[in-house]
């Protein structure tokens, strides 16, 4: 009898040691979880004493940090009751919070650190598809903004005041829903020409004086002949300024200085390019003339876009009927004339 009592005796202290070592494992983790939680070291907590830590959760505890911590005591008073009660289950609990779930260590449950983890990612995507969106607007459906392409020109007066073409005819492309005050904008930034305007006035866009690109000559108001810069939309002259002037695709748009013209100045222009090539004072080839654009009235001759673009040069001509005889430019003379051998 004595020897299974004995052998019992040894049995119940054995089974007390290793409830006892669990204990001591599951409050070794729930220590080190404790301090985690509290952005602090285990070594800081143990100096600082019971004070410390209940100053630290004092400062560090918000409302729902409290709870959790409240259900991880009543977990660690549950598992120190199933402790008491065996063994093995007091080993296996012991083992599960020391291999580190990250949801025990946080206290969170697993089901809500996934939960957590699925919102973030789900706002991670929703912000990389909203940066897509922001760069490539129309890879995720929106739809670009219809264009219409409209001709603009410019018609100012030479020296002697008679009308003379600034700027030929261009196409320009702008959004639908633009207006003849951003199609000047935009055909000054394309051909570079020379204006003052104010496209903010009371009245809305206000042109007051563009520059001639030929010979730098000024227009504005003149107030002894009112003649000012005046807005004709297909042929007739506009009852509205160009900001109240939305663009419809194929207008013909125009700017021409003139003292209150029921028509535009010139009419049916043909805008064609020409290039002059001659010789320089040692006979080498020299463009004269590179390609630069001129606009003429609808039926003029060749011979005559020819004679607009030697004056906008100043190129001097000598010319019999539809030939030039002669060309004179930097002082070379090409040609003889009323010499018809050479042309």
């Given at each position: 009898m004595d020897?299974?009592?004995?052998?019992?005796?040894?049995?119940?202290?054995?089974?007390?040691?290793a409830i006892a070592r669990g204990v001591a494992k599951r409050g070794l983790v729930a220590f080190l979880a404790f301090a985690m939680a509290l952005g602090t070291t285990p070594a800081q907590l143990w100096a600082e004493g019971a004070e410390g830590i209940a100053e630290a959760v004092a400062q560090a505890a918000t409302p729902g940090e409290d709870a959790a911590l409240a259900g991880g005591a009543a977990e660690q008073s549950g598992a120190e009751f199933s402790d008491s009660g065996s063994a093995s289950t007091t080993s296996a609990a012991t083992t599960e919070a020391a291999t580190g779930d990250e949801g025990s260590a946080t206290g969170e449950s697993p089901a809500t650190s996934e939960q957590?983890?699925?919102?973030?990612?789900?706002?991670?995507?929703?912000?990389?598809?909203a940066a897509v969106q922001t760069e490539n607007p129309t890879e995720t459906g929106d739809v670009a903004k219809k264009q219409v392409e409209v001709s603009f020109s410019i018609i100012g007066t030479d020296a002697d005041g008679k009308a003379q073409t600034w700027v030929a005819p261009t196409q320009l492309k702008l959004d639908e829903g633009a207006t003849a005050a951003d199609a000047f904008v935009k055909l000054q930034q394309k051909t570079g020409?020379?204006?003052?305007?104010?496209?903010?006035?009371?009245?809305?866009f206000y042109l007051k004086s563009i520059t001639s690109p030929s010979d730098g000559r000024t227009l504005a108001f003149d107030p002894a002949t009112y003649a000012y810069w005046q807005l004709f939309v297909d042929g007739a002259s506009s009852s509205v300024g160009a900001s109240s002037v939305?663009?419809?695709?194929?207008?013909?748009i125009e700017f021409a200085y003139t003292a209150g013209s029921a028509s535009p100045v010139v009419k049916d222009q043909v805008a064609a390019n020409v290039t002059v090539i001659g010789r320089d004072a040692q006979g080498k080839t020299q463009t004269w003339v590179d390609n630069a654009q001129y606009v003429v009235t609808s039926g003029s001759s060749a011979l005559?876009?020819?004679?607009?673009?030697?004056?906008?040069?100043?190129?001097?001509?000598?010319?019999?009927?539809s030939f030039i005889l002669s060309l004179k430019y930097n002082g070379v003379e090409l040609g003889t004339p009323l010499d018809y051998s050479t042309y």
């Open positions: 020897m299974f009592e004995d052998e019992r005796e040894r049995a119940s202290l054995h089974r007390r040691g957590s983890s699925t919102a973030s990612a789900g706002q991670a995507g929703s912000a990389a598809a020409f020379k204006a003052d305007y104010d496209p903010n006035t009371a009245y809305g939305k663009l419809t695709q194929g207008q013909k005559d876009l020819t004679k607009v673009a030697l004056e906008a040069n100043d190129i001097d001509a000598v010319a019999a009927g």
